[in-house]
C-alpha cells in the first residue's frame, strides 16, 4: 500500500515484461508533468480491448500526470500463430486504390507494410484470454512500480522544499530582529531633516507625519502572513492525497507578501531580506509544478 501522505512527483518511469510459451509482452508506463490526468495509450490490436480497464485504473490511482503506456505483443512464431485477416486487407487495398486513384504520386506500402498495419494480421491458436490475463498483471506491477518511483521522486522535491521554508523562516526572523533598530532609525533621520528647516514646527502635524512613517514602515501583518503560508505548506506536505494545486495556490500568496514587503524596504537590510524571500519562494514554485 502506497502513503498517500507522502508527497508525490508527476515524473516517473516503469517497465515490466513476460515470457512464456505464447510469446513476450513488453510494458511501458512513463509519466511526466500535466496539470490534469491525460492517459495517452499504444496497444497492439489484439489486445486494444484492454483499454478501458487500464484507463480506469489510472484514474483511480492517479491525480495528475501526462502517462503513456506502451504495450508490446510478440507471439512465439509468426508463421505458425499469425494468419491474414483477408476482410481487413480487402478494405486496406481499397483505401490504397483511391489513395493511388487521387494522389499518383505518392508511393505505396509495400507488403510488409500492410501486414503490419492494425487488424491485418490475426493471432492463430494463441489464448487470447490468457494473454491479456498476462497484459492486466503487468500492467498493475507496472502501476505499483510507477507510483513507487513518483513516491520517491515526492521525497527528494519535498526535503527541498522544506529546506527553503526553513530559509523564509529565517528571513523573516531576521526582518523582525531588523524593525526595532530600522524604526527607530527612521524616526530620527525624518527629525534631523525637520531641525534643518528654519521654520516653526507644528507639534501634531509633526506626530502625525512619524505616525504616518511608522505605518507605513511596519510590517509585522506581512510578516505574520508570511510564517503562516509557511507552517500551512508544511501542513500540507504531510497530507494525504494530491496537493499540488494547493501547494502551488500558497505560492502565490506566499509571493505577494514578500512582494509587498519588498515595496515596504526602506533600506537596504529589508530589501536584501526581501529579494532573498522572493528566491527562496521562485525555487519551491517550479519545483512544485512536479508535485501530483
Same mark, same amino acid.
Given at each position: 500500500?502506497?502513503?498517500?501522505?507522502?508527497?508525490? !512527483?508527476?515524473?516517473?518511469?516503469?517497465?515490466? !515484461?513476460?515470457?512464456?510459451?505464447?510469446?513476450?509482452?513488453?510494458?511501458?508506463?512513463?509519466?511526466?508533468?500535466?496539470?490534469?490526468?491525460?492517459?495517452?495509450?499504444?496497444? $497492439? @490490436?489484439?489486445?486494444?480491448? &484492454?483499454?478501458?480497464?487500464?484507463?480506469?485504473?489510472?484514474?483511480?490511482?492517479? /491525480?495528475?500526470?501526462?502517462?503513456?503506456?506502451?504495450?508490446?505483443?510478440?507471439?512465439?512464431?509468426?508463421?505458425?500463430?499469425?494468419? %491474414?485477416?483477408?476482410?481487413? &486487407? +480487402?478494405?486496406?487495398?481499397?483505401?490504397?486504390?483511391?489513395?493511388?486513384?487521387?494522389? $499518383?504520386?505518392?508511393?505505396? $506500402?509495400?507488403?510488409?507494410?500492410?501486414?503490419?498495419?492494425?487488424?491485418?494480421?490475426?493471432?492463430?491458436? #494463441?489464448?487470447?484470454?490468457?494473454?491479456?490475463?498476462?497484459?492486466?498483471?503487468?500492467?498493475?506491477?507496472?502501476?505499483? @512500480?510507477? #507510483?513507487?518511483?513518483?513516491?520517491?521522486?515526492?521525497?527528494?522535491l519535498a526535503v527541498m522544499i522544506r529546506e527553503r521554508l526553513s530559509g523564509v523562516r529565517e528571513q523573516v526572523a531576521e526582518v523582525r530582529r531588523l524593525m526595532p533598530t530600522i524604526l527607530e532609525r527612521q524616526r530620527a533621520q525624518l527629525l534631523e531633516r525637520?531641525?534643518?528647516?528654519? /521654520?516653526?514646527?507644528?507639534?501634531?502635524?509633526?506626530?502625525?507625519?512619524? +505616525?504616518?512613517?511608522?505605518?507605513?514602515?511596519?510590517?509585522? @501583518?506581512?510578516?505574520?502572513?508570511?510564517?503562516?503560508?509557511? !507552517?500551512?505548506?508544511?501542513?500540507?506536505?504531510?497530507?494525504?492525497?494530491?496537493?499540488?494545486?494547493?501547494?502551488?495556490?500558497?505560492?502565490?500568496?506566499?509571493?505577494?507578501?514578500?512582494?509587498?514587503?519588498? !515595496?515596504?524596504?526602506?533600506?537596504?537590510?529589508?530589501?536584501?531580506?526581501?529579494?532573498?524571500?522572493? %528566491?527562496? #519562494? @521562485? *525555487?519551491?514554485?517550479? *519545483? #512544485?509544478?512536479?508535485?501530483?
Amino acid at each position: 500500500m502506497v502513503d498517500q501522505s507522502k508527497v508525490h !512527483s508527476m515524473t516517473a518511469f516503469a517497465r515490466q !515484461s513476460r515470457e512464456d510459451d505464447w510469446g513476450s509482452l513488453q510494458l511501458e508506463l512513463r509519466s511526466v508533468n500535466q496539470r490534469y490526468l491525460e492517459p495517452f495509450f499504444r496497444l $497492439p @490490436e489484439a489486445l486494444r480491448d &484492454l483499454e478501458p480497464a487500464f484507463r480506469e485504473a489510472l484514474r483511480t490511482r492517479l /491525480a495528475r500526470g501526462k502517462v503513456e503506456c506502451h504495450l508490446r505483443f510478440e507471439p512465439t512464431d509468426i508463421s505458425e500463430t499469425l494468419a %491474414v485477416n483477408h476482410t481487413r &486487407l +480487402v478494405a486496406l487495398a481499397a483505401a490504397l486504390g483511391e489513395i493511388r486513384e487521387a494522389l $499518383p504520386q505518392v508511393a505505396m $506500402p509495400d507488403a510488409l507494410s500492410l501486414l503490419e498495419h492494425p487488424g491485418v494480421l490475426d493471432a492463430q491458436g #494463441i489464448d487470447l484470454d490468457l494473454v491479456k490475463a498476462e497484459a492486466t498483471a503487468l500492467f498493475e506491477a507496472a502501476l505499483d @512500480e510507477l #507510483i513507487e518511483a513518483r513516491a520517491r521522486e515526492g521525497d527528494k522535491l519535498a526535503v527541498m522544499i522544506r529546506e527553503r521554508l526553513s530559509g523564509v523562516r529565517e528571513q523573516v526572523a531576521e526582518v523582525r530582529r531588523l524593525m526595532p533598530t530600522i524604526l527607530e532609525r527612521q524616526r530620527a533621520q525624518l527629525l534631523e531633516r525637520l531641525e534643518t528647516v528654519k /521654520a516653526e514646527l507644528d507639534p501634531q502635524r509633526l506626530e502625525a507625519e512619524l +505616525v504616518l512613517l511608522a505605518q507605513k514602515a511596519d510590517v509585522d @501583518e506581512e510578516l505574520d502572513r508570511l510564517e503562516a503560508h509557511v !507552517s500551512e505548506v508544511e501542513r500540507q506536505l504531510g497530507q494525504k492525497g494530491p496537493k499540488g494545486r494547493r501547494l502551488d495556490f500558497l505560492m502565490q500568496e506566499l509571493n505577494r507578501e514578500a512582494n509587498t514587503l519588498s !515595496s515596504k524596504s526602506a533600506v537596504a537590510s529589508t530589501t536584501r531580506c526581501a529579494v532573498e524571500l522572493k %528566491v527562496l #519562494i @521562485e *525555487q519551491m514554485r517550479e *519545483q #512544485i509544478q512536479n508535485i501530483e
